[in-house]
């Protein structure tokens, strides 16, 4: 077998431990290993439930797991359409450059194309210049007139602590 098949599939139930060990390994290297609170138990309630709300995919050389993308399907007022948000994609160290992320994303470009998407958008850590390179590669655009805000668990308990009664 050719030592660079590159193989990508769907995740399933049984991969759950492995997501979650490439969800800890991204999470090292972006430096935020103590913000991962994901456990098996959610991971597989989330993505193989009876209320799917992400889909995962894995990179395979030859058997060995390389890589991994999470996404979900998000949805554009202004077009109409749906979009593909990628939530984390993560090649193990040792395998990049070898055109693993490109072969993620056009998985990806097909899985958007199929589902009727306007776009892929994905966040990316401003520090993060090897993925912004990446990105900037495959004609990715930077969407400077955009700031992501986000409400965390101590903001939504606050917020609908206030919300009308009857009203969710």
Not at 25 to 31: G, P, S, T, V, W
Not at 43 to 67: K, W
Not at 97 to 119: H, P, T, V, W
Request: glycine content about 6%; some cysteine; charged content about 25%.
């Amino acid at each position: 077998m050719d030592n660079n098949h590159i193989r990508i599939e769907m995740a399933t139930d049984a991969d759950v431990p492995l997501i979650l060990s490439f969800i800890r390994e991204l999470a090292q290297y972006e430096r935020l290993l103590d913000r991962v609170h994901a456990t098996e138990g959610r991971l597989r309630e989330s993505l193989f439930g009876s209320r799917r709300l992400a889909e995962a995919i894995i990179a395979y050389r030859n058997d060995e797991p390389v890589a991994f993308a999470v996404y979900f399907f998000n949805f554009s007022t202004f077009e109409g359409r749906p979009g593909l948000y990628l939530e984390d994609i993560f090649v193990r160290p040792a395998f990049r450059r070898s055109g693993i992320g490109r072969q993620l994303f056009a998985y990806l470009a097909n899985k958007a194309q199929e589902s009727g998407c306007s776009r892929i958008e994905l966040s990316v850590l401003n520090w993060n210049e090897e993925a912004i390179r990446f990105y900037n590669r495959l004609e990715a655009e930077p969407v400077q007139e955009w700031t992501v805000f986000r409400l965390s668990a101590d903001a939504l308990k606050k917020l609908g602590s206030n919300a009308l009664p009857g009203h969710l």
